[in-house]
């Protein structure tokens, strides 16, 4: 899930959930979204500004 698609369901939506069940549901589409879109593809500084996924692909 992208971030875009964090907002297109609306934080009203996410809001209906009782108390723990939004914050715990939160926590995991935040997660996702880290994991799975923002880090393989940011650029790192120690990997000589190229992403982990790019790393992984030439054996770093």
């Known amino acids: ?3 875009k698609e ?5 934080p ?6 009782p108390g723990r069940a939004a914050l715990d549901q939160a926590r995991r589409d935040l997660f996702q979204y880290i994991e799975g879109f923002y880090n393989p ?3 790192h500084s120690a990997l000589g500004y190229i ?3 790019d ?6």
């Open 41 to 43: 593809r940011r650029l």
């Open 12 to 17: 009203a939506e996410r809001c209906k959930l």
């Open 51 to 53: 992403s982990p996924a």
């Open 55 to 60: 790393a992984k692909r030439r054996g770093r």
């Open 6 to 10: 964090l907002h297109a369901d609306g």
């Open 1 to 3: 899930m992208r971030l």
